[in-house]
Each structure stands twice: as C-alpha cells, then as structure tokens.
C-alpha cells in the first residue's frame, strides 16, 4: 500500500522550456503532497507543501512564479517548472501523505531534471 | 533553531548489526520519522516513532529518547542491499519534517 507515482522519471530539455511533472496517489487519499528538490550530496530541501483544493504554501526563496503548483484533486499534483534554466537542473521529489499530520509521507521516486 | 545531527558515513560488514545515531532539536516535537535512500533514488519510509522505547520491524528497531532529543537505527543481518543513506527526520510543532543530510552506510563483503 501507499504507492506514489511519479511522472516522467527523466527529462532533457532546452533552456526556456516549461516542464510539467506529475505526482499521483495511487492507492490512497493525499490530503496533502509536497514537492523537494535534491542536489546531489546534498540534504532534501522543501519547496512547497500544497493541499487538495488550495493554494500551495512555498518555502523561503522558492520562486512561485517560477514554481507552478496544482493539487487539483486528492489524488494528483502538478508542478510546472516554468521557463527552466540549467541552474533549474536537479532531482525533483513529491511525496503524499494522509489526512492525519503525523502519517508518513510517502515518496514518488522522483523526477530527474537536466536543463541545457 | 533546529537542527539534526547524525554521522555523514559509516562501514559495518555483511551479516553484522550496525546502530545509525541521530540527535535533534526542533520547535516541538511530535514524532521522528526514519527513511532509507538509495543513491539516486526517493526515500522510502522504514519506521515512526512518537513515545520512547523500541519499535522493531523485522531486522530494522528504531529507538527514540524524547527527554534526550535521540534516536538510533538498529540495522541487524545488514545484507550488501542495504548499503544506503539513511535520513532521520524529527517532526515539529507544525507538523513539518526537518532533514538531514542523512548518514551513508556502506556494507562491505
């Protein structure tokens, strides 16, 4: 139980193009998602925390334009690197959780980003 | 502030038990999550502990001192497989995970 998906696993692009990944409960009700970046080596780093049907709370210095995030139904969120630069090149990670604060949060197995 | 303190490597032997220590301080507390990571990969959630004592599952225990802002991973049987990062992350009064770099666990033959 408590599988995440995540969509796509790999994505090359040119510099200037949006890119949209997906996050989706697959077996659970995800009251709230979060979406992480990860340079390597490096510690997870919370860029937002979004819960079904409203707006997404995002971390200090996390561009919200730059980062477009829709958690349109209990089971699916979007985040839209818009206009992606090389130095938006990393490893980005959603996780789900349950309506209860304290449940774990489970992860997709993330989202390989290379901007050139 | 808040802050999570763990070892940044650690070698332990095929077959062995190893202990991954974490200490922490956060605003509150309500709960501490560990999670294995393998290189490249997301983390996976391995156990959750909110009162003091040992919670085993299978070959991994997790143990939490709450008055002393500690925990510690209990690896037993270690396989080559489990050869990872393993992330301690304390929850706080918001309900909001704090992350370490983790500790790097490397099993050799």
């Known amino acids: 139980g408590a599988v995440v998906s995540q969509h796509p696993s790999w994505v090359i692009c040119k510099s200037g193009t949006s890119v949209k990944i997906e996050c989706r409960s697959l077996?659970?009700?995800?009251?709230?998602m979060f979406w992480y970046r990860q340079f390597p080596k490096q510690s997870l780093m919370l860029m937002a925390t979004?819960?079904?049907?409203?707006?997404?709370?995002?971390e200090q210095g996390v561009e919200k334009d730059k980062f477009l995030i829709n958690h349109a139904s209990l089971t699916l969120s979007t985040l839209t690197v818009t206009s992606a630069h090389p130095e938006d090149s990393s490893f980005y990670i959603c996780?789900?959780?349950?309506?209860?604060?304290?449940?774990?949060?489970?992860f997709g197995d993330g989202t390989r980003l290379s901007i050139l | 502030g808040q802050n999570i303190d763990q070892p940044t490597e650690m070698t332990a032997t095929e077959g062995a038990i190893v202990q991954i220590n974490c200490t922490y301080q956060?605003?509150?507390?309500?709960?501490l999550f560990w999670y294995q990571q393998h290189a490249g990969e997301a983390p996976t959630f391995l156990s959750y502990?909110?009162l003091d004592g040992l919670e085993e599952k299978g070959r991994f225990s997790s143990f939490l001192s709450r008055s002393k802002g500690y925990s510690y991973l209990l690896l037993k049987e270690l396989q080559m497989k489990d050869s990872a990062s393993y992330l301690c992350?304390?929850?706080?009064?918001?309900?909001?995970?704090?992350w370490g770099a983790g500790t790097k666990l490397i099993i050799k033959p």
């Open positions: 979004s819960n079904e049907g409203s707006k997404a709370t995002y």
């Open positions: 502990n909110v």
């Open positions: 992350a304390p929850m706080d009064s918001n309900y909001q995970l704090i």
């Open positions: 077996d659970f009700q995800a009251t709230t």
């Open positions: 996780s789900a959780r349950e309506a209860r604060e304290n449940q774990p949060q489970h």
């Open positions: 956060t605003s509150g507390f309500n709960g």
